[in-house]
């Protein structure tokens, strides 16, 4: 069973205060933070990721390539042979989402208080969630026979987002990517509460690494909790190209990048491991193409990329990422004998992008409002930050 994605989260438009001065930290003068256009390839990157993972979970994973198995009731290599080999390393994605979340969230905290980090992430991640959470319940109770459906208990604790934290399956196994993110945020919080500076995220990403390498070999299963060494390298990538990306090259952030390379090419092959349809070589290979197109952004080679569809393209990211998968393999179950097993998937990828756009039009925008004007008036009336 393919262990999920994740795409979590945020938009890619650029914080216009300058960072706090840190001449003394680094060996040349560094100028003011420059102000860019939005990053509108980011948008397209994610994207791009989670479409790799739909297509991984729907014809690329070792479950469905079991004879008898319950999605294509046969090996799905046998069905549809060559998009199974590109499909067998769309699990790659989810590496892809975590450096990515490490770029945009060190960009849309940049100049923002602890409390707007707080409400910006709850009304990012929620809204779409909580819809999520109750849809795919429903598609397990409407197409039975895939995925077994989860006790009310454990449905509505899967409502707050902390269910592995309490030992608790996923409603949708895909959601244990929501774990490792949540995990970052919190790491994270505490140098937003400080302020961000080019010395602090660097001390972060230094001290996390740290903690990462020693994780699996302390036996201290807090530290393993807290420093997430499966996932931690691959968000340390992405802050480190977002310092790139707002003061410039130079040896120690390159240095940075590269330790996060070779420690996260170990993951990787661990997760080939796991998944048992794909080879490390080619793992690698795709990886070191997305970080050298992160380089780009980072180095501001794409900033002339531009297209509001990627806008809109970034928006359908977190609420497919939420709804593709038991939903989608639920009706592959029902409707293989009944059309060509390409037509299907394309059929489904294009009508979960359709729902992905009504959930982002209709459920995040205005419940987000919502929540958030809720939160800015609860610490209003307290008179204090939350």
Not at 14 to 38: E, I, K, T, Y
């Amino acid at each position: 069973m393919s262990r999920g994605s994740s795409v979590l989260s945020g938009g890619a438009a650029l914080a216009d205060r300058p960072a706090a001065s840190h001449s003394s930290f680094r060996p040349r003068p560094v100028p003011a933070a420059r102000g860019r256009p939005r990053l509108y390839l980011i948008d397209g990157i994610r994207l791009a990721a989670a479409l790799m993972v739909v297509l991984h979970h729907y014809v690329g994973t070792r479950r469905a390539n079991e004879p008898g198995n319950a999605i294509w009731d046969r090996p799905v290599s046998e069905i549809v042979p060559t998009w199974f080999r590109v499909a067998s390393f769309g699990w790659i994605g989810v590496e892809i989402f975590f450096v990515v979340s490490g770029f945009v969230i060190c960009m849309s905290c940049w100049g923002r208080t602890p409390r707007q980090f707080f409400v910006s992430r709850v009304i990012r991640l929620y809204p779409a969630y909580w819809f999520g959470v109750l849809f795919t319940t429903g598609a397990v109770a409407l197409f039975p026979g895939v995925w077994e459906r989860l006790p009310v208990r454990e449905v509505l604790l899967n409502l707050t987002m902390l269910q592995q934290g309490s030992g608790v399956p996923h409603v949708d196994v895909v959601y244990w990517t929501l774990w490792s993110e949540l995990r970052f945020y919190l790491l994270f919080m505490v140098v937003v509460a400080m302020g961000l500076t080019y010395r602090r995220v660097v001390v972060f990403c230094c001290v996390w690494g740290a903690a990462a390498m020693l994780a699996p070999v302390s036996d201290f299963r807090l530290l393993v909790l807290v420093a997430n060494p499966t996932g931690a390298w691959f968000f340390i990538a992405g802050l480190a190209l977002y310092l790139m990306y707002r003061f410039g090259q130079d040896l120690l952030l390159w240095g940075i990048l590269g330790m996060s390379f070779l420690m996260g090419q170990l993951e990787l092959g661990e997760r080939v491991a796991y998944e048992q349809v794909s080879s490390w070589r080619g793992a690698v290979l795709i990886y070191s193409v997305f970080l050298l197109v992160m380089v780009a952004v980072a180095l501001g080679y794409t900033d002339r990329v531009r297209g509001r569809w990627l806008v809109t393209a970034g928006a359908l990211t977190y609420p497919l990422y939420l709804l593709h998968y038991v939903a989608g393999t639920s009706l592959i179950a029902r409707l293989r004998d009944a059309m060509d097993a390409r037509l299907l998937v394309g059929v489904l990828v294009a009508g979960f992008l359709a729902l992905s756009w009504a959930v982002h039009r209709w459920v995040e925008r205005p419940v987000g409002r919502a929540v958030k004007r809720g939160l800015d008036a609860a610490a209003l009336g307290r008179g204090r930050e939350v």
